[in-house]
Every structure is written in C-alpha cells, then in structure tokens.
C-alpha cells in the first residue's frame, strides 16, 4: 500500500512540476507549485516525519504560495501571460537542469543509506524549544530566516508580476477596427491640408 501511494504522490508532483515550469500563465503556474509542495509534504507523512510536513505545509504550501498569490491579485495581472523565454535561456536552463540532475543521482547512488541500529524519537515541544533557543543547539538563527524568506518570495512576485509582459491575442475584429481608425485618421490629415492649403490661397487672391 505505501508503494502505491509513493508512485501516486511521485507522479502528481512530476505532473505539477513540469505544468509549473512550462505554463505562461502566472496564476496556474503558482496553483501547480502548490500541488507539487502538498506532495512533498505527502512524501514526509508517509515516512512518519509529521513535524516536517506540518512545516512543509505551513511554510511553503501555506506561506509562500499563498504570498505569491496574493501578490499577482494586488497587482491586477491575474490572467498575465508570462514572456516566451529565449532560445539561449532554455539551452541554458536546461543544461542547468540536467547537471542538478546527474549531481543528485550521483550523491544517491553514492551514499550506502545504512539503517540505523537505534531511533530516537523526538517530540514536538522539544522541537519547539530548540526553534526558539540561543544556546549551542538551538535554533533561532534559522527560524528567523523563515521570514526572510517569505519576504523574498512576496517581492520576487511582485517583481515577475510587474515585469511580466501581457500577450493579447489578435481578433479579426480588433483588425477591422484598427483599419477603419487609419483611414479616418488618413481622412482627416487630408482634409487639414486641403484646408489649410485653401487659407494660404485665400490672401492672394484678395490682394490681386
């Protein structure tokens, strides 16, 4: 049964990475990041770390999206479509992609992951004491990060948002529209020279 769940979650989090990465609109992109963060969080249930995947849940499916989505709706481009990237950028990126790619297989392929003889287990108010601690152990460094990070993802959202360039797409209307606005305006540049060419005859003709 944890096999099938494995694979269930597995898929849906490669499915949601790759609609995330590949999707121009900003809105969906964002709904895709938080299914493939909910199934990380899945992924720490299911090996019995439920303190992780509590924080996994609040900080990241809970913090960082909702911050994200929050700032694409303050700055009205909901249905923004993001720039087509470069082709130099995608060469670049994906080659980026495959090197993260073969360092991590090559770190897990490497690594015995021997099974530990003893467990100790920890609860959570000693989790919370070490969150909350400025001694040798503890952990207040850290957890004041967290909100740094959450600041970096509201502004790094803000800043694609309000970068982001909005593809409109043509309509035969749209062209017929902006056809008959240039002939009038062609019209009526004529008709200014016809008439301003008439005031400048006007004068001769008086003095003759």
């Known amino acids: 049964m944890e096999k099938v769940i494995f694979y269930i979650l597995a898929v849906i989090m490669v499915a949601s990475a790759i609609a995330s990465v590949s999707s121009r609109k900003m809105l969906r992109s964002v709904i895709y990041l938080l299914f493939t963060l909910v199934g990380i969080a899945g992924f ?7 303190f992780l995947a509590a924080i996994q849940l609040t900080v990241y499916a809970g913090g960082i999206v909702v911050l994200i989505i929050f700032s694409v709706l303050l700055i009205h481009h909901i249905e923004m479509q993001l720039e087509d990237a470069k082709p130099k950028r995608k060469i670049f990126t994906a080659f980026a992609c495959l090197l993260g790619l073969s360092v991590f297989l090559a770190t897990i392929y490497s690594h015995p992951f021997e099974v530990a003889g003893k467990s100790i287990t920890t609860t959570t108010a000693q989790i919370g ?6 001694e040798k152990e503890g952990f207040i460094l ?21 970068g982001g360039v909005e593809i409109k797409e043509e309509t ?35 003095t003759n």
């Open 142 to 162: 850290p957890f004041e990060v967290i909100s740094v990070l959450l600041l970096a993802a509201m502004i790094g959202a803000i800043v694609i948002a309000r």
């Open 172 to 206: 035969p209307e749209d062209s017929e529209i902006e056809k008959i606005v240039e002939e009038a305006e062609i019209k009526a540049s004529e008709e200014k020279k016809v008439e301003s060419e008439a005031l400048a005859e006007t004068p001769s003709e008086v």
């Open 129 to 134: 004491t070490a969150l909350l601690s400025i």
């Open 44 to 50: 720490y249930f299911l090996i019995d770390y439920n």
